[in-house]
C-alpha cells in the first residue's frame, strides 16, 4: 500500500520560499513507471497541477506555466522522497498543497493527506 | 493547456437519485479522463480511469462513460456517503487539468 506524507510549514511570509516534503511508502521515487507530483487547491483558483518529477533512466522534471519561474521540485533518494519549493511567494499561493503519485496509464492515484499553507506577514 | 468545463457547479438530490455530472474538454483527450470525489478535509479519491473504468474498491453504483471531448459521471442511486464534491481530471498531456468541481448536495 502507497502511502504519501507531507510534512512542511503552514506559514510563510511574503517574498520567500515555501518548502515542503513528501515522504514515500510502498514505492520509490526512483520508479521507472511512477512520477511524483504537486497539486494546490484553492477556492479562486480550484484544484491547480503544478509540477513532477520522474525518473526514466535520468532525472525529468514537467512544471506548470503559471509557477516554472519559481518552483523546483527536487527527488531525494536517500529518503525515498521528493520536495517542493515555491519562491517569492504571495498571498495569492495561499492554499492546500497535495503530492501525488501518477504511474504510466493510470492517472494521480495516491494523495498526501494536504498542508494548508498560509502566506501572510 | 486543455481546459476542462464540467457541469452543474452543484445539484441538490436525494438518496436513491440517479445523478449525472459532465465534464467536456477543450479539445479531444481520448479516454484519458478520470474522476474523483473530495470530502472536506481529505484528499480527493480517485473513483474512476481511462474515461470508465472503476478504481478498485470503488462501488459499482459508480459509472462513468465518454471518449473525445465529453464525458459522464453517474451515480445509479445516490447513498449518503455519496454527498461530497466530484472532480474531472484530464491526464492526456501536460499540464494536468482539473474540471471545477461539482458539489452534490442532500435535497
Known amino acids: 500500500q502507497v502511502q504519501l506524507q507531507q510534512s512542511g510549514p503552514g506559514l510563510v511570509k511574503p517574498s520567500q520560499t515555501l518548502s515542503l516534503t513528501c515522504a514515500i511508502s510502498?514505492?520509490?521515487?526512483?520508479?521507472?513507471?511512477?512520477?511524483w507530483n504537486w497539486i494546490r487547491q484553492s477556492p479562486s483558483r480550484g484544484l491547480e497541477w503544478l509540477g513532477r518529477t520522474y525518473y526514466r533512466s535520468k532525472w525529468y522534471n514537467q512544471y506548470a506555466e503559471s509557477v516554472k519561474s519559481r518552483i523546483t521540485i527536487n527527488p531525494d533518494t536517500s529518503k525515498n522522497q521528493f520536495s517542493l519549493q515555491l519562491n517569492s511567494v504571495t498571498p495569492q499561493d495561499t492554499a492546500m498543497y497535495y503530492c501525488a503519485r501518477d504511474r504510466t496509464g493510470w492517472p494521480l492515484d495516491y494523495w498526501g493527506q494536504g498542508t494548508l499553507v498560509a502566506v501572510s506577514s | 493547456a486543455i481546459q476542462m468545463t464540467q457541469s452543474p457547479s452543484s445539484l441538490s438530490a436525494s438518496v436513491g437519485d440517479r445523478v449525472t455530472i459532465t465534464c467536456r474538454a477543450s479539445q479531444g483527450i481520448t479516454k484519458d479522463l478520470a474522476w474523483y470525489q473530495q470530502k472536506p478535509g481529505t484528499a480527493p479519491e480517485l473513483l474512476i480511469y481511462d474515461a470508465s473504468t472503476l478504481q478498485s474498491g470503488v462501488p459499482s453504483r459508480f459509472s462513468g462513460s465518454g471518449f473525445g471531448t465529453d464525458f459522464t459521471l453517474t451515480i445509479s442511486s445516490l447513498q449518503p456517503e455519496d454527498f461530497a464534491t466530484y472532480y474531472c481530471?484530464?491526464?492526456?498531456?501536460?499540464?494536468?487539468?482539473f474540471g471545477q468541481g461539482t458539489k452534490v448536495e442532500i435535497k
Open positions: 510502498g514505492d520509490s521515487v526512483s520508479s521507472n513507471s511512477a512520477a
Open positions: 481530471l484530464q491526464d492526456y498531456n501536460n499540464p494536468f487539468t
